[in-house]
């Protein structure tokens, strides 16, 4: 049974969006986005171009070109705008104040954002509050922040280290947006004070402890920055974070590969000093295409707005608790809505998420009357009747036959053929034996689609392993197996076994979980006893 990502689940709690006004709602879709937000046509229709901005910039930084078709419409990520920083914590974290001001969930179903429309409004507070608010981050920002990790994912998929992961993202926080150009290469606010007070320390940066501490927070973000910026604004240095992915993907050590890529580190903390002592490095680029990004804008009907509230939730993601609070919200929109497709493919996922499978699959097959074309419906259709398979085996067959149907009418979606290869990993009749080529192919083409999804990820890693093709199973899985914690130490040591001819514990550990497995509360707990019971055998220090 994996474990694969047990950690990552267990740190999930959710709390309650705030109502949602019909009023107040617009939908934007320009090529990339979907906008959804709780503010007036004008700011929502700005700030829907300003994402599209974004990603012209970063193709110009990295030498992408312009979207030539061949992205599948579900790549586009649907963003969620409304409310306060604080509402944002309280979605993310169940509480009000933890700092989170907004945040992005990659997934082949669909990725999402959520940002607020404004940072939290100025009620009474002492000089502490005010300073620590002042110092808050972006709204917008942040997503431009995530996004980059997005994008990268999308484009130019490879193992970069954390400080140049988050660094890099950094650098597109503060694009600021003009008539005719564009602006980049501003200091982060928020990274002011570890950027100030932080002695430089490319050993800590570029090679962490595995038990990170508030510091190491501020070198991999502040620092990262620092260093992002003068690897990508400076024209000598220009090309060199190629050599140390390079130099990474030789099996050099973090510190080795600085020094083969950046030459002389010493030289590099004297350059890096003096940047960070000097002026910011601005650069004023114009905009590859004069026209304003086309955005089509409308407000929300009244159904359309009344499932918000229910659609924000199910996207961000529910606990059990939540799932059956929600079901009674969705029932009660489909008795008041009972034609709408908005308010029905909302329910379905309540239903869906709540395990109420023959609910969930009633209401997909309404959507589907309404609009034989629903691909989101037709993937729930094919989602139920997998889920079902792990108690039934008997299943499998209709599940296939329902995702290959969800394919057809989208075959550039990267769900449905996930799902379809499933569908044979989890067959009885292929236990022991070889998954059949298509299917193999359908996988590979999802990746392709959704490389920012970490369970199609895991799904190829394995399937790689199972071939027999290590290298090409370290390069897939490489962001894991490179990281400084517990669990990547172990998977480590489980991929050495691997190489030596004990193939089991390796392929165990990173086979996908059936996903109608259910785990309650303490089941999960006491899986994640047993991971660290068994990274603590690896030798591993447990993080």
Known sequence: MTRFFVALAALITLAVAPAAQAADWFRAETEHFIVYAEDDESATREFAQDLERLDEVLRLFTGISADDGSLPASAKVTVFRFGETRDMSALAAGRRNTGIGGFFIGRANGSVAFVPVRQNRRRGRSVREALDEDLQLDPRGILFHEYVHYFMF????????????????????????????????????????????????????????????????????????????????????????????????????????????????????????????????????????????????????????????LMIRSNRGVDEDEAQRLVSEARSLVAEYPQSEAVLLAATEAEFDARNY????????????????????????????????????????????????ANRMENDHAYPLYGYYLTYLFDPEYEGDEVPVTAKQALEASFAYAPFDSTVRQALVHMLLTEGRPDEARIVGASYLTGNGGYACMLRKKFDEYLAGNEEPLLDEVRPDHPGEYLDEEAREARNDEVEAEIEEYGCEVD
């Open 154 to 309: 999308q484009h130019a998929d490879a193992p970069y280290p954390l400080w140049y992961s988050e660094g890099f993202a950094e650098l597109f926080a503060t694009l600021e947006f003009e008539d005719d150009y564009f602006v980049i290469g501003e200091m982060p606010t928020a990274r002011s004070f570890s950027l100030a007070t932080l002695p430089i320390d490319l050993e800590r940066t570029f090679d962490p402890p595995a038990r990170r501490t508030r510091e190491d927070t501020g070198y991999t973000y502040a620092h990262g920055w620092l260093i992002a910026s003068h690897l990508n604004l400076n024209p000598e240095r220009r090309g060199q974070m190629t050599e140390y992915m390079v130099a990474i993907g030789q099996g050099a050590s973090p510190m080795e590969a600085a020094r083969r890529a950046f030459g002389d580190l010493d030289v590099l903390r004297d350059e890096l000093e003096e940047f960070r002592q000097g002026r910011a490095r601005l650069l004023r680029v114009p905009y590859a295409v004069d026209a304003d990004p086309a955005v089509e804008i409308h407000r929300l009907a009244d159904d359309e707005a009344a499932r918000m509230n």
């Open 358 to 405: 023959a609910e969930a699959e009633s209401l997909a097959s309404r959507v589907l009357e309404i609009d034989p074309e629903s691909t989101e419906a037709a993937i729930y259709f094919a989602d139920v009747a997998l889920r079902r398979t792990y108690e039934d085996p008997s299943q499998i067959i209709e599940a296939r036959r329902r995702f290959a149907a």
